[in-house]
């Protein structure tokens, strides 16, 4: 496969279920993102990853967890979520591997996971 | 880069007409800009971004965007929209230092026939 993959494309979970998303680019990349997409509103950053380093956390509740094994490989952990969290969560991934100039960098998304939490 | 504002939710227009999507930005710094579209059930791709140069920047797929310093635009322009044109379209912003896109809430291209 080329470019980014994300798995499950839906998932429907309980409140008290907990779940996981994964996240797979194919593209040589360095930097990887989780943004939250909802309707009529502008895209929120979650995470941000760099070499496996976490750069960014943009005051996500702790219900989200993410996990960067690899510089491939990005995971959404999902626990006790809300209603209100119900949404488009996409991944993304940028060739950045310092942090200088890292604002010039065209970011490759995936497909989402469209998250139906009950 | 503290907003974008993309003035229009919705834009609708008849199949070959011309289209113009608007984006307005607020930031004390330079800027880079960037259209991004997303078509119906599909992740975000990149149409065009401004880093330097010449202020007339030409996309994929017959788009272009004309950055405005003196405005704070970066409106995105198409001479002729084709069906497969229908999509959200959404403008960013970003700082050099800082991996973060400012977003603004989208606009969905809707073609008429």
């Known amino acids: 496969e080329t470019g980014v993959t994300q798995t499950p494309r839906h998932l429907v979970m309980g409140m008290t279920n907990k779940k996981s998303l994964k996240c797979e680019q194919h593209?040589?990349?360095?930097?990887m993102y989780w943004y939250k997409q909802s309707a009529k509103k502008p895209l929120e950053l979650m995470f941000v990853?760099?070499?496996?380093?976490?750069?960014e956390n943009n005051s996500v509740p702790s219900r989200f967890s993410p996990e960067c094994p690899n510089s491939s490989h990005l995971f959404l952990h999902l626990h006790t979520l809300q209603p209100e969290d119900s949404a488009l969560y996409l991944c993304?991934?940028?060739?950045?591997?310092?942090?200088?100039?890292?604002?010039?960098?065209?970011?490759?998304f995936g497909p989402g996971t469209r998250l139906t939490v009950l | 880069a503290q907003s974008v504002t993309q003035l229009d939710s919705q834009v609708p227009v008849f199949e070959e007409a011309p289209v113009e999507l608007r984006c307005n930005y607020s930031?004390?710094?330079?800027?880079?800009l960037f259209w991004y579209v997303q078509y119906p059930n599909q992740g975000l791709q990149l149409l065009l971004k401004y880093l330097s140069g010449s202020t007339l920047v030409k996309g994929i797929n017959g788009f272009e965007a004309e950055f405005n310093k003196s405005q704070t635009s970066f409106h995105l322009r198409k001479p002729s929209v084709h069906i497969s044109d229908t999509a959200e379209y959404f403008c960013a912003v970003s700082e050099n230092s800082n991996y973060q896109l400012i977003w603004g809430a989208g606009t969905k291209l809707i073609i008429k026939p």
């Open positions: 930031s004390s710094v330079s800027v880079y």
């Open positions: 593209l040589g990349h360095n930097a």
């Open positions: 990853y760099n070499f496996k380093e976490q750069t």
């Open positions: 993304a991934s940028s060739t950045t591997g310092t942090s200088g100039g890292a604002g010039t960098d065209t970011q490759y």
